[in-house]
Every structure is written in structure tokens, then in C-alpha cells.
């Protein structure tokens, strides 16, 4: 996230749910960000437990992938068309582009490592910002493939966050207070890309075994960084020289983000970095863009926040965002203060993009300044990552110093080449009070920090702090077309609860749970029921005293059974319950109370009907009866549960264990 922030202090691992405010205390962005930070992280993994690594709900399951092969139903595909997309211009272009071979995707809700991505509305591949990013193919190479069938295709879905500040939305600033910056935005974004291979599967986006992946959440290059550090050679043991510490006058927090992806190599072709002493928030949006001519619509707050001759800026709009590339650098040469214009030079092999005034509208084109010195002849304006070596003394080598003390160091991976990717960052807030950055130590097995050949602390490699790619397979298009998005089945209603597990291909088999709530008995100037007391769906009992006088005409009751959609068989009949004086009957039977015909449906007097009739003895009881003949068709959607009894009892549950066809 590129904003004007003080640090990021969000770390899952140290598991604090809240952040508390206290009174009179000062406020940090970091906090409010922290609070908001943890919350995600909560509600992302709870959506993850439950809903597994990818799914969409049942009735708005989004990302379906459309197109017209020789086994589609042309008009299937066309009516779902017209489902998703009620103008009907707008459908006759979906239409068209379908049959000229083009590809649309759905609209609905999806949830892929529990972020939430959303697509409004139906669109096509190619309105996809962002052309030319990893594995975006362009629609003619898919169209070869699905042709010659000499590839297998998996479609899936790549999402990530990105930084929004008002240079992307204007509608973030508030006209009523003149327009300044305050708050900015992070907003989950998507792209449909495409996988080739052979012998794929709706499997082939694993993405657990870490470095070994197809499609990795980051890149695997690391970074060591640090401000304070001991010179060997100095006169004084335990003096830190004025050269060995952070020596800026301000807090600063550090970006350093790799803007050309690959490898490390010491030729043109390797990975290339760029940093920025205010996490490259620094950002001028452009008003018009002729040859190396800008015009701006500021030149900045400040000389701080500014621009100045021998600055480095980056070309930015929305499809360099969402693309696979960073924007091209460039040199800042000259400044018109009058026309808040500047005119800038290139590096060689180094084009800008162009800009129609519709586009200046809709991509939202602006410079973001970094703060590195690069060089016109080289490395197209950034600066060349060099790894430090595995030598025993790799830690106190190949340190690049940034300014003011603050230092990196490109870790070299000892197993494989690491490679970088174009986006890749890290963050290294630095603080004036204490002339240190923040950074993690490398530890011991022990659990103490490690330390090199001149006893300094030595500061951990990590992995890039963002962005995070997740991935979800949507469609397989190989010998056989496969959809490989998964869904969200709406558990059963029903007054219990229902445990499910797993009980063969498409099958779930679980218990169905009913407990029995009391009635109250009526009072003694309430009118007697007529027997049987009839006493429904909570309780059979026939009480020792009513209205003064003994009950001997026994009760029973009827208890409908509502079974959760999609039953296909009855197993088991638990019935359990405290007390039993006499005999007790109970009869389970198909049928009951259709609420839709509000009537009553099938009886127990039909011998087809009836799954089961056992008679339970005096005391407390738990029986669990098995059920034979238990098959049900899709007609039938309740069981009845009668009980007689002739004394006093109580039932205090019920539970059928019930086969649901998935």
C-alpha cells in the first residue's frame, strides 16, 4: 500500500484480537490501521475455515466462463446472456462477441482464501485491464489452443489488493472541505488468466508447497535491511560511530519495490529495484501528456512533497496497475511553475505511454516520484539487484546503501535462483529518536539473535510484505469441458441442528437433531383436551393429575419430520427421554404435514408407509433403532414420528440419522 503512513504494525503472528484506545493519548494511523488489519485477518480466515480455499454461493456464483465450443449449446449459453444482463444492447454485444469467438465472464460472488471478489456485471475477456500480465493471453492464442486441442486451457482467477488514493477516485476527497487528501483505499482486485498445459486438472493451481509452485502469492526473492551497525575498526569498543545509525532528520518509512521482475544477473536483462523515502505516496496526476511534456495538476504540497530537477518518476495509470509491468521511468529535467508543467528525459529503449483526453478521464494517469539515483544509460532508470554471495561471511557483504545510514542487502537463495517479481515490496519504517529501523532479527536455534564476524546483530531475510496474490481455477477446457468452481450448499433447515459428514461421492450422511421443549400443563380452570392429549411436536405425557382426577386414558402425539432437501435415505431412529411409567409406542411413518398444500400427507395405515413400530418399556430410556426399507424419493419430504403412551413420560429427543444427496 503506497500511503502516506507512519509504519505497518500489523503482525498475525503475535494473535492480538483489538487494538484498545486510551485517553489522552496521542492517535497514529498505524493503530487505526492495525484495528482495521486484524479484523480482516479474522473475518478472512473464519471465511476460509468454513468455506474452504474457493467457493461461491449457490444463487449468485460468480466468474462462470462462457464461450462457444462444438459441444455448447449455443442457445443455453445465449439464454444465460440474457439472465445476466438485462439491457438489451448491451446483450446483443455479448452475443456477438461470443459468436466472433470471444470469451465472457460471468457476474456473481466468489471467495478465494476467503477475500470476497465481486463482478457487477457480465464482461468480456478482453475488457480486462491490464494486457500483457502473466499468463493474460491474448484471445487469438486461446482460440488457437481451443482449435488445434494441442494444449489443455484452465481458466482462473487471480486476485490481489491494490492502494487507492484520490489520484485513482476522486470521489475519495470531500468537495465541501476544498478537495485535500485525507483517507485513501484498498480494493480487491481481479483478472481472469489462463493456464496452459498438459493433462491439467482443475488441481493444477497448487499453491501449498511453497517455492515449488506454479503460481506463487509472492515472489521468493529476500531482503536484509538495516541502520546501525558497529565499525570494527574504530578506536573505542562499545562507541557507535555517527556513520553507523539512521541519520535522517525525519521519521521515514521506506519503500523498496522491485520494478523489473526475474532474476538477479549482472547483465541489463536481471531484476531491477526502486525506493522511496515516503512509500512512494509522493504522487502528481496528470492533466496532459505531449512528447516529454507534462502538465500537472500540482506540483506538490511542498519542497518536501515536490519536485525538483534529478528527480525520478514512474508513469502510472490504471492498466499499468492491473498489468504484469511497471510504469516507465523517467528523468525529471526542467520545471514550469507558471504552467505546472515539467519536461523530463528518457532512458534509452524507454517508451511513455498516450493518452487521448478520454483516457486522461478514465485511466486516471499520474507520476509517483522515487527517491533512488539512476542513471539514464542503465537499467532503464532503476537500479540493479546484485544478491550477496553464500560465502560464511555473506552477511557483512553486499550491502547497498539507500541514504542516511539505512542499508538492504539482496539475500541470495542457497537452493535456487530467486525469482523477483514487478510489484514485490518492502517496508522499513526508520526512526530519528533512536537511529534505528525496524526490522526482525535472525535468530539462533536457541531463540537469540545471530550475530556476524564483527558481532552485529544480523537482520532476517524475509519475503516481500506484499502484494498477495490468491488463485482459484474457474473452468478446464481439455478433452472434457469441466467447471471447477465450487459451491456453497445451504445447510438444512430444520428445528435442530444437523452434523453432517462424509459418506460417498456426492453423498453426505449425517444426524438430524430434535429435541422436545415442554408444554405447560393447563391449568385446572382450563378445559380438559379431548383424549388422546394430543400435545403436537414438543411432549407426550400423560399427567398423573388433571383438574384434580388421575388420568388413565394414556397420551400420544404426532410429530412432523421437516427432512432437509435432497434426503434420500432414513438410517436410524433415535429416541431418548427421562422417565417412562407404563408402555410407550412409537411408530415412524412417511408423511406429515405439507406445509405447502396445508394439508396432511401420506398415513401410517398404509403398510408402504410405515419404516418402523416399536414399543419401549418402563424407565428411562436411549434407543436407537435401525431403519430398513429407509428409501425415499423426492416426493417425499417429511416423516411423521407418532408416540402413545400409557402412563406418565417424558421424550426429550429425537434424531434421525438421514442420507442428503449433494
Known amino acids: 500500500m503506497k500511503g502516506d503512513f507512519s509504519r ?5 503472528g503475535k494473535h492480538f484480537s483489538r487494538v484498545l484506545m486510551q485517553q489522552g493519548r496521542v492517535q497514529l494511523d498505524a493503530d487505526w490501521n492495525e484495528q482495521n488489519a486484524i479484523l480482516l485477518h479474522y473475518l478472512r480466515t473464519l471465511a476460509k475455515d468454513i468455506l474452504g480455499p474457493h467457493a461461491g454461493p449457490v444463487d449468485n456464483r460468480g466468474f462462470e466462463i462462457l464461450f462457444l465450443s462444438e459441444k455448447a449449446n449455443k442457445d443455453e449459453i445465449e439464454q444465460k446472456i440474457k439472465t445476466f444482463e438485462p439491457n438489451e444492447a448491451r446483450q446483443k454485444l455479448l452475443i456477438d462477441t461470443l459468436r466472433n469467438q470471444n470469451i465472457v465472464i460471468g457476474p456473481g460472488r466468489y471467495y478465494v482464501e476467503g477475500v470476497l471478489v465481486e463482478n457487477e456485471r457480465a464482461i468480456l475477456y478482453t475488457e480486462q485491464l491490464g494486457n ?3 499468463n493474460q493471453l491474448p484471445l487469438q492464442e486461446i482460440q488457437n489452443c481451443q482449435k488445434d486441442k494441442d494444449k489443455d486451457l484452465l481458466f482462473y482467477l487471480d486476485v490481489w489488493e491494490r492502494h487507492i488514493s484520490y489520484v485513482e477516485d476522486e470521489d475519495i476527497r470531500e468537495v465541501a472541505l476544498g478537495g485535500p487528501d485525507t483517507c485513501s483505499r484498498s480494493k480487491v482486485v481481479w483478472q481472469v488468466k489462463v493456464l496452459l498445459g498438459d493433462s491439467l486438472s482443475c488441481d493444477s493451481l497448487d499453491n501449498n508447497s511453497h517455492g ?7 515472489g521468493d526473492g529476500k531482503l536484509r535491511a538495516r541502520a546501525r551497525h558497529d565499525d570494527p575498526d574504530a578506536d573505542q569498543l562499545c562507541v557507535i560511530s555517527p556513520e553507523s545509525r539512521y541519520r535522517g532528520a525525519e521519521n521515514q518509512l521506506y519503500r523498496v519495490e522491485v520494478h523489473k521482475g526475474g532474476r ?4 541489463e536483462a536481471g531484476a531491477t529495484f526502486k525506493w522511496s523515502r515516503d512509500n512512494g505516496s509522493v504522487t502528481f496526476p496528470i492533466r496532459e501528456l505531449a512528447g ?3 502538465t500537472l495538476e500540482h506540483l506538490g504540497r511542498d519542497q518536501h512533497l515536490g519536485l525538483k530537477p534529478g528527480d525520478w518518476v514512474e508513469f502510472m495509470d490504471e492498466r499499468i496497475a492491473m498489468g504484469k509491468y511497471a510504469g516507465p521511468l523517467a528523468k525529471v529535467e526542467t520545471i514550469n511553475r507558471s504552467e505546472l508543467s515539467i519536461t523530463v528525459s528518457l532512458p534509452s529503449e524507454t517508451v511513455l505511454p498516450s493518452y487521448t483526453e478520454a483516457e486522461i478521464e478514465n485511466l486516471y494517469p499520474f507520476l509517483r516520484r522515487w527517491d533512488h539515483a539512476g542513471d539514464l544509460a542503465a537499467f532503464s532508470g532503476a537500479l540493479q539487484i546484485v544478491e550477496a554471495d553464500t560465502t560464511s561471511r555473506s552477511e557483512t557483504t553486499g550491502w547497498v546503501e539507500l541514504e542516511d545510514g539505512v542499508q538492504i542487502q539482496f539475500v541470495k537463495n542457497k537452493s535456487e535462483d530467486a525469482e523477483y517479481r514487478a510489484g514485490d515490496h518492502w517496508l522499513i519504517p526508520a526512526r530519528v529518536a533512536t537511529g534505528e529501523i525496524e526490522w526482525p532479527d535472525e535468530l539462533e536455534p536457541n531463540g537469540k539473535p545471530k550475530r556476524d564476524d564483527d558481532n552485529n546483530i544480523i537482520p532476517a ?3 516481500p510484505h506484499g502484494p498477495r496474490h490468491y488463485y482459484a481455477p474457474l473452468l478446464l477446457s481439455a478433452a472434457e469441458t469441466e467447471d471447477c468452481r465450487c459451491t456453497i450448499k445451504e445447510e438444512p433447515r430444520a428445528p435442530g441442528p444437523v452434523t453432517t459428514s462424509a459418506y460417498g461421492p456426492g453423498m453426505r450422511r449425517g444426524w438430524l437433531r430434535l429435541p422436545f421443549q415442554p408444554i405447560p ?9 379431548p383424549p388422546p392429549y394430543r400435545v403436537g411436536v414438543t411432549e407426550a405425557r400423560a399427567h398423573r393429575d388433571y383438574d384434580g382426577k388421575t388420568n388413565t386414558k394414556g397420551a400420544g402425539g404426532t410429530m412432523a419430520i421437516p427432512l432437509p432437501p435432497g434426503t434420500s435415505q432414513i438410517h436410524r431412529l433415535r429416541v431418548a427421554g427421562q422417565e417412562n411409567e407404563k408402555k410407550m409406542k412409537i411408530t415412524l411413518f412417511r408423511g406429515g404435514w405439507d406445509p405447502a398444500k396445508q394439508k396432511h400427507v401420506g398415513s401410517r395405515e398404509y403398510a408402504a408407509n410405515k419404516l418402523l413400530e416399536e414399543e419401549i418399556g418402563s424407565g428411562p430410556y436411549d434407543k436407537t433403532y435401525e431403519i430398513k426399507g429407509g428409501d425415499l424419493d423426492a416426493e417425499c419430504s417429511t416423516l411423521s414420528l407418532e408416540i402413545q403412551s400409557t402412563g406418565y413420560s417424558t421424550v426429550s429427543l429425537v434424531a434421525v440419522e438421514t442420507s442428503i444427496t449433494e
Open 521 to 529: 400443563i393447563p391449568q385446572d380452570n382450563t378445559p380438559p383436551p
Open 292 to 294: 516529454t511534456k507534462v
Open 8 to 12: 505497518d504494525t500489523f503482525d498475525p
Open 212 to 218: 515449488k509452485c506454479k503460481l506463487p502469492m509472492l
Open 132 to 134: 500483457g500480465s502473466e
Open 264 to 267: 538477479a544477473s549482472d547483465n
Open 461 to 463: 531475510a524475509i519475503e
